[in-house]
T-cell receptor, first 111, second 114 residues
């Protein structure tokens, strides 16, 4: 079953602008991860934020986590055409559940 | 190996035939996941292995789907009596352990049932 749900489903912005994607989830989590997928094949891990963390940075990426609202956001600053991809959030619960993914946000950066 | 390896990369099969998809995880990774992704859709969780055991089989769509993992390494996903709705990209991922670590994905097997 889908745990996370990304919002928006699709986003198109101009190169250089910032892109913000949101993720909401339903149950308690151990951590939340963001992944990127190009061309419908393998996913690449971007960043992991633990349930006791509120914000994390990696290069041009900034991730926030609000466990009270069961939501996370991914901000990509100074976007580039090469950032065009689908972005997924994934959550890991505390039980025997596997890593479950949302449906993704398709990001298009217009050059 | 350097990464997660899946084979074959593409498979075309006739409706009703059985197919076997293979995943070679990164050496030493104890957690292994199988997902299915239809065109333009999100990842549908199928099954998760911790070592050789599968604590969560709830995602398998029907009893035509089965998976095994031997020696805590290679995993095979078998689809019996394939149907056209089984056409999708099947993705495998592994991680060092289930908790607090990132998952590394293979490039997937694109299955087409004709």
């Amino acid at each position: 079953s889908q745990q996370g749900e990304e919002d928006p489903q699709a986003l198109s912005i101009q190169e250089g602008e910032n892109a913000t994607m949101n993720c909401s989830y339903k149950t308690s989590i151990n951590n939340l991860q963001w992944y990127r997928q190009n061309s419908g094949r393998g996913l690449v891990h971007l960043i992991l934020i633990r349930s006791n963390e509120r914000e994390k940075h990696s290069g041009r990426l900034r991730v926030t986590l609000d466990t009270s609202k069961k939501s996370s956001s991914l901000l990509i600053t100074a976007s580039r055409a090469a950032d065009t991809a689908s972005y997924f959030c994934a959550t890991l619960g505390g039980g025997a559940d596997g890593l479950t993914f949302g449906k993704g946000t398709h990001l298009i950066i217009q050059p | 190996g350097a990464g997660v390896s899946q084979s074959p990369s593409n498979k075309v099969t006739e409706k009703g035939k059985d197919v076997e998809l293979r995943c070679d995880p990164i050496s030493g990774h104890t957690a292994l996941y199988w997902y299915r992704q239809s065109l333009g859709q999100g990842l549908e969780f199928l099954i998760y292995f911790q070592g050789n055991s599968a604590p969560d089989k709830s995602g398998l769509p029907s009893d035509r789907f089965s998976a095994e993992r031997t020696g805590g390494s290679v995993s095979t996903l078998t689809i019996q009596r394939t149907q056209q709705e089984d056409s999708a990209v099947y993705l495998c991922a592994s991680s060092r352990q289930a908790l607090n670590t990132e998952a590394f994905f293979g490039q997937g097997t694109r299955l087409t049932v004709v």
